[in-house]
C-alpha cells in the first residue's frame, strides 16, 4: 500500500497541515480498535465502501495494526459470561456479546492493560513503509517536511469547474514554499483538513460551486453517556490478580413505541474496571481509589448546524453539537437500567464492593446496587477526540459529498483525494482508527495499483549455510525482498513476487556453481540439498567448513 505510494512519490503529495498533527496518529497501546458495525455500514456507507471494507481492507488493517486480544483469565472469563447472561428480571435488557476489547499494540504484555512499554504509532509505521522500495532500500523520491504549516492548494477554485490542483502551499516560519504536486492526498484531519479547503478558497466556499456550501464542514463526534464509581477490594492483592479489565460490546437499544421498533442503532457498550489511562479524558470520581465504569458511545448522524470557518489569522473554529435524536430519554432509561445490572454482576463475580462519599470519605455499598445510586452523566463533544464528517463521502443513496466514494474530490480539483476522519458520512459508534486505515490501504490500491504480488516462502533445511540470489524476471515487478541474502541452516524466508522468478543457490559467497529453483509466486520451496562447493584456494575456506 504505501510501498506502492512511495515508489511514485514524485507524482504523489501527501498533505497534512501542521508539526502537532503528527501526534494525533498516535494512539496509546491497549486502545479499543474494531470494525464499524454491519448494520451502520448497510444504512449510512456507500455499498461499494461497505463491500471492499468487509472483504478485504479490514483484514489487511488488522494484520497491519496487529490487532490482538489480552490473555483471559478464568476470572475474566466468568464475568464475560455472566455479562452476556439474561434471566428473569433482566430479560428486558438488550443483548450483548461482550468480549475483550481488541489492541492495537506493537508490544504484548500480559498484565493486560497495566502497560508500561510504549505506544503504537500509525505515522511511525507509514513512514517506515513509505521508504522502503522492493528492495529493501530507502526510496530517492520520498522526502518529508517537517516543521511546515500547509496553507492551501492552488490554483484557487472557480465556481464549477473542476481542474488539477497544480502545487501544496506551506508555511515554514514567515516563508511560504510551493510543492508541485500531481496528485494531493489531503490528510490533515477532520478540522485542519476542512480548514486547508478553506484557505484555498480564502474563506468562500461558493468558490468550489454550487452545492459545496450544504455538504462541507459538519464536524460530528461521538455522543456518549457513562456511569462511573470507585470500588474496593476485599483484599487489595486481588487488584495484581485481576489486573484492568477493559470488555465491550455492540448493543442495540431497540426502542419501541406503539409495539413497533422505531430505533435499532448500534452503540457500543464499555465495561472498564481499574484501568483509568485509557478511560474518557473526564473527571471521575474516587480520587486513589480503582474506578469503574460503564459507558455507551452512540452513533449520530452528522449535524447540519456544526461548521467549521477561519478566524482572522486563518486558523479554524468550529461549532460543534449533536443531531437531535426523538429517542434519546428513552435510551436514557434502558442506559441506566443495564449499568445497575452491569454493576452488581461485577460485584457477583468479582466480589468488589462499589463505594459511595458520605462527608469526605468513601464507604462501600453493602447490598446490591438500585438505579437510585448511580448518575448517567453525558460527555460533551471531544471527549473522545474523534471529529467526523467535515469533508464526507455519499451515503448509501449516493447522494450528498464532498468526495465521491472513491475519496476524490468531487469540487474544485480532479486530483485531490481526503483521507482522514472528515470522510466518514456518519459517527458510528467504534472507535473510527482501523477503518480509517482500511480506508487508506484502500485508496492507495486505486491511487497506485499494486501488482498482483503474492508470498513465496523458502526455507534452508540442508543442514549448512547457503547463499541465495532471487533474479528479477521483469523490471517494472520486481520481488519484494532482497535481491541477494545468506539463508542460515533451519531458517526460512519470504518474498513477495508477482511472477515466476530464479533463486540461485550457492554454498558461500566464494562459489561459481549453483542449484537453480524456479519459484512460483505462492509456493514453499525446500533447500534439501547443499549446493556445489567452491574451487579450493587460499582466498575460500567456506568448503572447508
Known amino acids: 500500500m504505501v510501498r506502492s505510494i512511495a515508489s511514485a512519490a514524485e507524482a504523489l503529495c501527501g498533505v497534512s497541515s501542521r508539526p502537532g498533527n503528527i501526534a494525533s496518529l498516535r494512539w496509546e497501546v491497549g486502545s479499543y480498535i474494531c470494525r464499524i458495525d454491519i448494520d451502520t455500514l448497510d444504512h449510512y456507507w456507500p455499498a461499494q465502501v461497505r463491500n471492499e471494507l468487509m472483504d478485504n481492507y479490514y483484514p489487511k488493517a488488522e494484520k497491519m495494526m496487529k490487532i490482538s486480544f489480552p490473555e483471559t483469565l478464568p476470572p475474566h472469563q466468568a464475568l464475560i459470561d455472566r455479562l452476556n447472561l439474561r434471566t428473569g428480571a433482566t430479560a428486558h435488557l438488550p443483548v450483548t456479546q461482550f468480549s475483550w476489547v481488541h489492541l492495537a499494540s506493537e508490544f504484548r504484555e500480559e498484565g493486560n492493560f497495566n502497560f508500561a512499554e510504549g505506544a503504537f504509532s500509525s505515522i511511525d509505521t507509514l513512514l517506515s513503509a513509505a521508504m522502503d522500495n522492493p528492495d529493501g532500500q530507502t526510496d530517492k523520491n520520498f522526502r518529508t517536511i517537517l516543521n511546515a504549516t500547509v496553507c492551501r492548494l ?81 483484599d487489595m492483592a486481588e487488584r495484581k490478580t485481576i489486573g484492568g479489565v477493559k470488555v465491550l460490546s455492540p448493543m442495540k437499544f431497540n426502542i419501541t413505541r406503539d409495539g413497533k421498533v422505531v430505533d435499532n442503532s448500534v452503540s457500543l457498550c464499555l465495561v472498564a474496571l481499574d484501568t483509568l489511562s485509557f478511560l474518557p ?42 443531531a437531535d435524536d426523538p429517542y434519546l430519554e428513552e435510551k436514557k432509561v434502558v442506559m441506566r437500567d443495564f449499568a445497575v445490572d452491569v454493576m452488581n454482576k461485577v460485584v457477583a463475580v468479582f466480589g468488589i464492593r462499589w463505594a459511595e462519599l458520605k462527608g469526605d470519605d468513601y464507604y462501600p455499598i453493602l447490598r446490591d446496587l438500585e438505579a437510585a445510586d448511580i448518575v448517567l452523566r453525558p460527555t460533551g463533544p471531544g471527549i473522545w477526540a474523534h471529529e467526523q464528517g467535515s469533508i464526507p463521502m455519499p451515503n448509501l443513496q449516493m447522494e450528498g459529498g464532498v468526495v465521491d466514494e472513491h475519496l476524490r474530490m468531487k469540487y474544485g480539483w480532479n486530483n485531490v483525494s481526503v483521507c482522514d476522519l472528515s470522510v466518514f458520512p456518519y459517527s458510528a459508534a467504534p472507535n473510527p482508527t482501523l477503518t480509517l486505515a482500511a480506508l487508506a490501504l484502500r485508496l492507495s490500491d486505486k ?34 525482498g532482497p535481491q541477494k541474502l545468506t539463508l542460515r541452516a533451519g531458517k526460512n524466508h519470504t518474498w513477495k513476487i508477482a511472477q515466476q522468478e530464479a533463486m540461485l543457490i550457492f554454498s558461500c559467497e566464494h562459489a561459481i556453481s549453483y542449484d537453480l529453483q524456479i519459484l512460483i509466486p505462492g509456493g514453499k520451496y525446500l533447500i534439501t540439498d547443499q549446493p556445489p562447493a567452491p574451487p579450493l584456494n587460499e582466498q575460500c575456506s567456506c568448503s572447508a567448513n
Open 154 to 234: 492552488e490554483p484557487e477554485p472557480k465556481p464549477d469547474q473542476v481542474s488539477p490542483a497544480t502545487h501544496v502551499v506551506v508555511k515554514h516560519g514567515d516563508e511560504e514554499f510551493k510543492i508541485a504536486c500531481k496528485q494531493a492526498i489531503v490528510c490533515a484531519g477532520t478540522v485542519e483538513s476542512g480548514a486547508i479547503l478553506l484557505r484555498s478558497v480564502r474563506g468562500d466556499t461558493h468558490k468550489f460551486g454550487d452545492g459545496f456550501s450544504e455538504k462541507f464542514g459538519h464536524v460530528t463526534d461521538h455522543r456518549s453517556f457513562g456511569v462511573a464509581m470507585p470500588f474496593f477490594y476485599r
Open 281 to 322: 479524558r473526564s473527571e471521575l470520581p474516587g480520587g486513589d481509589f480503582p474506578v469503574g465504569l460503564v459507558s455507551w458511545i452512540l452513533p449520530t448522524p452528522l449535524s447540519p448546524q456544526n461548521n467549521i470557518e477561519l478566524n482572522s489569522n486563518e486558523e479554524p473554529r468550529i461549532s460543534v453539537d449533536w
Open 447 to 480: 491511487l497506485v495499483p499494486e501488482p498482483n504480488y503474492r508470498l513465496v516462502t523458502v526455507y534452508n533445511v540442508c543442514g549448512k549455510d547457503v547463499d541465495v540470489v532471487v533474479e528479477p524476471s521483469k523490471r517494472a515487478t520486481p520481488p519484494f
